[in-house]
């Protein structure tokens, strides 16, 4: 008699959790269909767990996130700071999350009398929307690479991303008015002599922070130095023959991390990447799967200390063989 007892309640509790966890049932609606009362249900849901009939189960992406950064570190010595997302996110609310996180970790970053070179791009531009108010005294910001063209000066754009810098810590900007790309490797020696430049590029070189994001021409995000009039099609035409995966800064840079002597850096504004490893911190904000040879590359080429990245890029490089 106690054994059918026994059978009848776990027989009930099993129905009462089949209801409530996989259809979604409320307790109410149960009580009715079972033709009891509410707080029956309740009990009979709490003899499921306690009799091990419901295994609950809370998987934190918090700890899963932790391993990857973890793998990460010990792999290609970088930091990682992973931004936790579901698989359904779109490209453009990854980049919005990413940026969102890049921003509040940069106030952890700067802090007063420091250089932090800035790169303009989709990504940084984003991230200057999601700075946190930091107030430091006697710190720098200077733009990377000249943001012009043939069809505007790119003022306006870089000097809106660098004065959102700026305002948000307080701090001074330096600008730096050239184009991105100089017809001439010629005309860009000449103007690197010239005393305003050399004043841009001697905070360059004190720099203990640099931002940037990664250019790919196959994001989904486009990244600007593809679509905003840079490139002409002589253009790509070199870099796809000598095997340009991405760039930062408008500097190129191959799958292997080679960079030196593909044609357009010579006319490129951009610091070498030579000059990039020597910068303290490094940090690059990246997001969306199609930027993971341009994450790889840069990785490789050594330029990369901390990278903001959404959880599936950071899985996909970690799963990398």
């Known amino acids: 008699m106690d054994e059918t007892r026994h059978d009848t309640k776990t027989a009930a509790a099993l129905t009462a959790a089949k209801l409530y966890y996989l259809q979604d049932m409320t307790m109410d609606a149960i009580a009715r269909e079972l033709s009891t009362s509410r707080s029956s249900v309740s009990r009979l849901l709490a003899s499921a767990r306690e009799s091990g009939l419901v295994d609950i189960r ?7 996130v932790g391993r990857i950064e973890e793998q990460l570190r010990d792999r290609f010595r970088i930091n990682a700071h992973i931004v936790p ?20 970790l940069l106030s952890q970053f700067v802090e007063s009398n420091m250089v932090v070179g800035v790169a303009w791009g989709s990504t940084i531009s984003m991230v200057s929307r999601s700075l946190v108010q930091k107030e430091v005294h006697s710190t720098t910001f200077v733009q990377l690479n000249g943001a012009g063209n043939t069809q505007t000066s790119g003022l306006e754009y870089s ?36 005393r305003s430049t050399r004043r841009v590029l001697a905070f360059q070189s004190k720099m203990d922070i640099a931002v940037f994001g990664l250019g790919s021409p196959q994001a989904e995000v486009p990244s600007r130095v593809y679509v905003g009039g840079y490139l002409n099609r002589d253009d790509y035409r070199m870099l796809r023959e000598d095997g340009a995966i991405g760039d930062v800064a408008t500097v190129f840079f191959r799958a292997d991390g080679s960079w030196r002597d593909i044609r357009l850096n010579a006319r490129s504004t951009g610091p070498g990447l030579d000059r990039l490893r020597r910068v303290p911190r490094r940090v690059c904000v990246v997001s969306g799967a199609a930027k993971l040879g341009s994450l790889r590359a840069a990785i490789a080429a050594g330029i990369v200390t901390d990278a903001v990245l959404d959880e599936t890029l950071a899985r996909l490089l970690s799963e990398e063989n």
């Open 58 to 64: 809370i998987n934190s992406p918090f700890e899963r």
């Open 159 to 194: 000097s809106d991303i660098l004065q959102r810098f700026g305002q948000a810590f307080g701090a001074n900007v330096e600008q730096f008015p050239v184009p991105a790309f100089f017809d001439n490797p010629v005309t860009r020696d000449a103007m690197w002599q010239e």
């Open 85 to 104: 997302m579901s698989g359904i996110v779109n490209d453009v609310e990854r980049l919005e999350r990413v940026s969102l996180t890049a921003g509040r």
